[in-house]
């Protein structure tokens, strides 16, 4: 297995590997790939094509002001829908401007080539073959900060000011998404001064995050060394791990309220009795409810559980799942999350993604130290090593590999869609009533976040890690129907 391995990271260096032109396509597939399924999308959201609510959801919400939701819902996703496809445009232009080498004769075409170059010296210089791209240039960028002067320290370096530029490039975008599209259908919270604190706290919360994970990873290749490639992947399969495993407890504690408030829940509240007993009843080891201002950003509405396997779990509602629901749905919305717990999910979850990141590293570490690879996008040898930066060859091995990533995002969210249909018949078990209440809870709670439309069956499978609220109903039906409902059964 090593020895084919290492013949195949041999093959890959072949320098007449036009890499550049490879990854160019791939990106182009992948957005012309996106583009397709949204394209399939777009006849479940026009009023003509589908005019009346589907049959499905048509006994949950009876009133006659739902076909006038359903048809806002329409709109709504249909502007989403724009949105995302134009931010897919942008994003692929983005990569463009990094990766391809016309970046620079660009500039040069259009009169800019020396004054862009008196301002930045890195600007299009030392490309190898000509094939300068602005990766290159950013990467000397890096080079130039104070302290830069190990592969380590440069790609630390390098990694900052890439996240920065991420984030000053992403504002615009996600200030349309806020205030303009959910502003326009009326789901909008923020106050401008939250959505700044946001992007700053994210900010330094990506840096704080990444900084070390990535210095950890790079550690651990040059300390194993780029031939000991399934050594590479145990060792850092087992960074990450023990990173997870620091994270879950320390996620509510420590990052959670740096975005929201959480209170607990009052005990006079009329659901503190109803999840008190459901969680008495299922042995569930009930630390604190707490109730969350989601409503300080968004009307959407949500609930969840968090703690570590095998410790004190503590509930978390949405005080906009209070408002909007009755205190028996809101019971059935938490049958659901506990269903979450009886199954073990959390850990099903945590051992998907390790085995998703075991797969990726696999596939990158066979281009660590790839000369051709590198050469492709202006590198040559560095001065810092002979293979060229590690961080780079990192980063173009997860560009190559993304049609593999939009693969996975299918069967990922495969998982989390079982698991969903899995936690919602859990709920059925507990008797007809939790079915019922479930069903009203969640046609509510999609009536109010008007996501009622129809969905093409490919798009929900590469975007929807949930089921859509059409499938979820027809399968507690199918749940209901095979006799799961009758109250009293005790095998939960
Ligand atoms: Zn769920």
Not at 205 to 231: C, H, T
Not at 330 to 355: C, F
Request: proline share 5%; aromatic share 10%.
């Amino acid at each position: 297995m090593a020895a084919l391995l290492q013949d195949l990271q041999q093959r890959l260096q072949d320098p007449t590997i036009d890499y550049q032109t490879i990854l160019l396509c791939i990106a182009l597939g992948v957005g012309a790939f996106e583009s397709y399924i949204g394209h399939r999308q777009k006849p479940f959201l026009s009023p003509l094509l589908h005019p009346t609510l589907p049959s499905t959801l048509k006994p949950f919400l009876p009133s006659p002001d739902s076909e006038q939701t359903y048809r806002k819902s329409q709109a709504y996703s249909k502007d989403k829908l724009a949105y995302a496809s134009f931010i897919g445009r942008i994003d692929l232009l983005e990569s463009f401007l990094l990766l391809s080498s016309i970046t620079a004769p660009v500039f040069v075409a259009l009169g800019l080539g020396s004054a862009v170059q008196s301002a930045f010296p890195w600007f299009g210089a030392g490309g190898e073959k000509g094939n300068w791209t602005l990766l290159k240039g950013f990467w000397d960028l890096a080079g130039g900060f104070p302290g830069a002067t190990t592969e380590l320290r440069q790609s630390l370096a390098f990694v900052a000011l890439m996240t920065l530029l991420g984030t000053v490039l992403s504002l615009p975008k996600e200030y349309y998404k806020n205030f303009v599209l959910e502003e326009k259908h009326g789901f909008n919270k923020t106050t401008r001064a939250t959505f700044i604190a946001d992007q700053i706290k994210g900010l330094v919360l990506s840096l704080a995050l990444e900084i070390p994970i990535i210095a950890g990873i790079l550690k651990i290749i040059d300390w194993v060394g780029a031939a000991g490639m399934l050594r590479i992947v145990a060792w850092i399969m087992a960074f990450i791990l023990a990173f997870q495993l620091i994270m879950i407890p320390a996620y509510p504690y420590l990052i959670a309220p740096l975005f929201n408030t959480f209170t607990p829940l009052p005990e006079d509240s009329p659901v503190f009795p109803l999840v008190k007993s459901l969680a008495q009843k299922l042995n569930f080891p009930l630390g604190r409810i707490w109730v969350m201002d989601g409503s300080k950003r968004s009307s959407h509405s949500n609930a969840f559980f968090f703690g570590l396997p095998g410790m004190t779990k503590h509930i978390v509602i949405y005080d906009t799942l209070l408002e909007k629901s009755t205190p028996e749905e809101v019971e059935a919305i938490l049958a659901h999350e506990l269903g979450h717990y009886a199954y073990a999910h959390v850990l099903v979850l945590l051992l998907t993604s390790l085995l998703q990141t075991a797969f990726s590293l696999s596939t990158f570490t066979l281009f660590l130290s790839n000369a051709s690879l590198l050469a492709s996008f202006g590198f040559s040898p560095s001065r810092l090593s002979s293979g060229g930066p590690t961080i780079i060859s990192l980063l173009l091995a997860a560009s190559l590999f993304s049609p593999m990533s939009s693969v996975l995002q299918f069967l990922t969210n495969g998982v989390t869609r079982k698991l969903e249909y899995q936690a919602d018949e859990f709920a059925v078990k507990l008797g007809e009533s939790y079915a019922k209440n479930l069903k009203g809870a969640l046609a509510s709670i999609h009536e109010k976040n008007l996501a009622l439309t129809g969905t093409d069956w490919i798009y929900s499978a590469y975007h929807n890690n949930h089921p859509t609220l059409i499938e979820r109903l027809d399968a507690l039906d199918g749940a209901l129907a095979d006799g799961k409902g009758k109250e009293g059964k005790k095998d939960l």
